[in-house]
């Protein structure tokens, strides 16, 4: 069976920093596209930063030079490292992984997903 643990999110101030972690069991991160998406109460979810089957990497427009992922095979995990952030990152955050190669910038092509966590941002 394929789960996610996440943790990680919190109550930041804008202009600075969270690392958020999403941990797979049952699952291999290499073998997959992966991504992190966000969603805000009564918006559609959103991707973030995904990384497809072949190595492209997409940044959502408003993310770019402050977000990052990255992976750490031999624990399985990956991670979204959120600088700079703003108000308007507050979400919650999701960690996804599927078979994806093309439009892996949409949240409908994963089929694994995290439980979500929080992240807000105060001004």
């Known amino acids: 069976e394929v789960q996610f643990e996440e943790s990680g999110g919190g109550l930041v101030q804008a202009g600075g920093s969270l690392r958020i972690s999403c941990v797979g069991s049952?699952?291999?991160?290499?073998?997959?596209?992966i991504g992190w998406f966000r969603q805000v109460p009564g918006m559609e979810s959103e991707g973030v930063v995904c990384i497809n089957g072949i190595g492209d990497v997409y940044y959502q427009d408003s993310v770019k030079g402050r977000f990052s992922i990255s992976t750490d095979i031999a624990k399985n995990t990956m991670y979204l490292q959120m600088n700079s952030l703003k108000p308007e990152d507050t979400a919650v955050y999701y960690c996804?992984?599927?078979?994806?190669?093309?439009?892996?910038?949409?949240?409908?092509?994963?089929?694994?997903w995290g439980q979500g966590t929080q992240v807000t941002v105060s001004s």
């Open positions: 996804a992984a599927g078979l994806v190669y093309s439009d892996y910038q949409k949240p409908a092509e994963y089929d694994y």
């Open positions: 049952g699952f291999t991160f290499a073998d997959y596209a």
